[in-house]
């Protein structure tokens, strides 16, 4: 488990980026992805919070908290149901977010 700190049961981790020296070779994926574990822990940091700004703070009205618990569940096809109900191009707008989340 992650470190503890006030509320949160887990720490943000973000994903890694390749060395600049390799992904300038090509056009491929330039991060690490994170585990499906650190993933759902990620998800289940969404259920700790105490005050979901995110309902009003996302412009594109994307159901946060909905979709980050079925992350959280492992429910990975639910999730994107959720998520592309308000958002037809996830894949390409996540890489945009500034995800205060």
């Given at each position: 488990?992650?470190?503890?700190?006030?509320?949160?049961?887990?720490?943000?981790?973000?994903?890694?980026?390749k060395p600049v020296d390799e992904r300038v070779k090509h056009?491929?994926?330039?991060?690490?992805?994170?585990?499906?574990?650190?993933?759902?822990?990620?998800?289940?940091?969404?259920?700790?919070?105490?005050?979901?700004?995110?309902?009003?703070?996302?412009?594109?009205?994307?159901?946060?908290?909905?979709?980050?618990?079925?992350?959280?569940q492992g429910e990975w096809q639910k999730a994107s149901w959720?998520?592309?109900?308000?958002?037809n191009f996830p894949e390409f707008t996540g890489r945009l977010?500034?995800?205060?989340?």
């Amino acid at each position: 488990m992650g470190k503890a700190t006030g509320f949160k049961e887990f720490e943000r981790q973000d994903e890694a980026y390749k060395p600049v020296d390799e992904r300038v070779k090509h056009y491929k994926e330039f991060t690490v992805p994170l585990s499906e574990e650190e993933i759902t822990k990620q998800g289940s940091r969404c259920m700790d919070c105490g005050i979901p700004f995110c309902h009003s703070g996302c412009p594109l009205g994307n159901l946060i908290p909905d979709f980050n618990h079925m992350v959280h569940q492992g429910e990975w096809q639910k999730a994107s149901w959720i998520l592309h109900s308000t958002n037809n191009f996830p894949e390409f707008t996540g890489r945009l977010c500034p995800a205060p989340c």
